[in-house]
């Protein structure tokens, strides 16, 4: 009878984490144990390549999965390179002493070789599911086998055994079936292929297991359907992909293989807009296949929505949403990165966070930058519809991060232009500019036909100067970070000066200004501190008055912050701005000589005309309605 031997001290506490701590999900034992016959094959693979003696070829490995409901069991073997007794004890024996980092440290040419494991701990996961774990291994080039049995943090016994072929085979016991957890669900053939496809799926050696399926008796009548029509039978099915996509060559593939691979990936009905399939060498070696959607997911814009690539190390799935590899305004991009050279925790579950995650998150970026750029110059319908799904999520990364990246995506924003009301770039709005023309200029509104009804539009509009039409809540906010776009400043058409008035227009509405002086403070005095002045326009036309503002908050900033009931309520420093080509003003310019009572009914008036047509509320609507009625009634 074997001796059991006891773990060391340090042994036990880091198996009791192992169990209880280190993992999130215990279906990852199955992605630990298929990575760990992976590397054993890898080993005797890379043996075979300089020994002939092996006497294997590459297609010969394989990974077989056996459950077996009666005993409870679920069994994984490999015919990789096994292990001697020795072996045994100082891989299994020794937690976090691992044979695959040591088998990579002593061979330098390892190219064609992907040693997974890294830590010696992922075999221990199997305890999370298994009351009881028994490896039975014959190494290569020996005669004996031997098995390794353990029950836990008790001890574990090594002996000799019975065993033909060289490798390992891996049996759990699995524990009983609870109220809050069936240990039983791992012996099911879906569960198991589902779990190898999550997570394994591009193991490069075959996993294979018996899978019964249903077909037609050869006998069976044509206009038969019944159950005696179809019989099972077992097949040996190979469950994994085993050459993932992104490492194929380009040169093999072509679109509808990009296409094919992404709807079924992310369950889109659409074909993406844009696939960018990269391979990087270098200080850090990685390769990605990501893509860009047609269409924005029914969450995107919500809290639940969670960004981020899938991310494998040498074609494992270690984490489903790697948020870090993304700058939220890319969020809207899906696919994965695999790289071999990621520091991983303990688990593989999560990243450290190191320079080689931050270079290839800077790569990742900077690829999608330079790709988004080539679809806006090359493929403009496309960028559209991208721009249209994703444009306000682009946006947030103009002041997103204190506006550190606004550089990052300046040049891949669009706005609506009063040029024939379709989508511009900032670069495209400049080179249409007249040669007189001092700012880039915008308005922001609910609607394009919002914005273009705008007393102070119509000027600008007149002189065949161009003007942005901010319609998203977050397009005002992203300009005021930009502040200009290369030398030309942006210039809200609701603030200060226009810059189109001559030197002689300037003195002319000088001279209004000190000739209506009185006029101007009586109007302030009227409305108080609702307003910061009374002004002569120069930006009005048509229209005998509009509102402005003066400030870092504008009247559309005003509207937005305070839709959120949460936020503290603020308000903009609003200036009454007068036509002085009005005849309203001329009418103003009697009563404040005449009637100065009526003068401050007509000011409030004309205020709260001015605040509607910016789409404000009004702060005595009832009061407005009076005046106006007082107003019609008088002859």
Known sequence: MAQTKEFKAESKRLLDMMIN???????????????????????LYFKSLTDDSVGMNKGDFAIEIVPDKDAGTLTISDNGIGMTEEELENNLGIIA???????KNENEKT???????????????????ARKVEVRSKAYGSDKAYVWTSSGADGYTVEECDKDTVGTQIILTLKEDTETEK?????????????????????????????????????????????????TYIENETLNSMVPIWRKNKSELKAEDYNSFYKDKYYDYSDPLK?????????TTYDALLFIPEHAPFNFYSKDYEKGLQLYSSGVLIMDKCADLLPDYFSFVR????????????????????????????????????????????????????????????????????????????????????????????????????????????????SVEKIEALPQTEV?????????????????????????????????????DLGIDTEEQKEETKKLTE???????????????????AKISDKLKTHPVCISSAGQISLEMEKILNKNPQNEKVKSEKVLELNPQHEIFSVMQSLYEKDKDKFKDYTSLLYDQALLIEGMPIEDPVGFAQKLCSLMASK
């Not at 002493?97 to 088998?103: D, M, R, T």
């Not at 891949?412 to 023309?437: C, I, N």
């Open 515 to 533: 000739d209506n002086k009185g006029m101007l403070d009586l109007m302030k005095e009227a409305l108080g501190d609702k307003i910061r002045e």
């Open 111 to 129: 190219e064609d070789v992907d040693i997974i494991g890294q830590f010696g701990v992922g075999f221990y996961s199997a305890f999370m599911v």
């Open 183 to 231: 240990y039983s669900e791992f012996l099911e053939t879906f569960r198991i292929k589902e779990l190898v496809k999550k997570y394994s799926d591009y193991i490069r050696f075959p996993i294979k297991m018996d899978v019964e399926n249903t077909r037609r008796k050869s006998d069976a009548k044509e206009d038969d359907y019944s159950d005696d029509a179809y019989e």
């Open 335 to 446: 696919g994965l990165v695999d790289s071999a050279d990621l520091s991983l925790n303990i688990s593989r579950e999560m990243l450290q966070h190191d320079h080689q995650m931050k270079t290839i998150a800077k790569s990742v970026e900077k690829t999608i930058k330079s790709e988004l750029s080539k679809m806006l110059k090359n493929h403009r319908e496309d960028y559209e519809k991208l721009w249209k799904a994703f444009g306000i999520q682009i946006k947030f990364g103009v002041y997103d991060n204190y506006g550190r990246d606004k550089d990052a995506v300046e040049d891949l924003l669009m706005f609506v232009s009063s040029a024939e009301k379709k989508l511009t770039t900032l670069d495209e709005y400049v080179s249409r500019m007249k040669e007189d023309q001092k700012y880039i200029y915008y308005c922001a509104g609910d």
């Open 97 to 103: 002493n691992s044979g695959s980092l040591k088998f």
């Open 21 to 43: 701590s280190i993992y999130t999900h215990r279906e990852i034992f199955l992605r630990e144990l298929i990575s760990n016959a992976s590397d054993a094959i890898d080993k």
């Open 275 to 283: 696939y960018i399939h990269s391979k990087v060498e270098g200080a």
């Open 460 to 496: 600008l509009r007149d002189k065949g100067y161009e003007i942005l039409y901010l319609t998203d809540q977050v397009d005002e906010f992203a300009v005021k970070v930009l502040m200009r776009h290369g030398d030309k400043e942006f210039r809200s058409v609701s603030e200060g």
